[in-house]
């Protein structure tokens, strides 16, 4: 399963780091929402998790 966040916190995003490597999801994170863009056009992703309060 490959799955992307985009969170800008940094706390926040290594616990969701942290529970997929756990079951070897390929699993990417981003902490601004244009690289997560620009992911999303390169890669075809299972789940996105998504910070919808995100600055840009």
């Known amino acids: 399963m490959k799955i992307l966040h985009v969170e800008d916190v940094p706390e926040i995003s290594q616990i969701?780091?942290?529970?997929?490597?756990?079951?070897?999801?390929?699993?990417?994170?981003?902490?601004?929402?244009?690289?997560?863009?620009?992911l999303v056009v390169c890669k075809d992703y299972d789940l996105i998790l998504l910070d919808t309060c995100m600055p840009k």
């Open 16 to 38: 969701f780091e942290d529970i997929p490597s756990t079951k070897n999801y390929d699993f990417d994170s981003v902490s601004d929402g244009r690289a997560g863009l620009e």
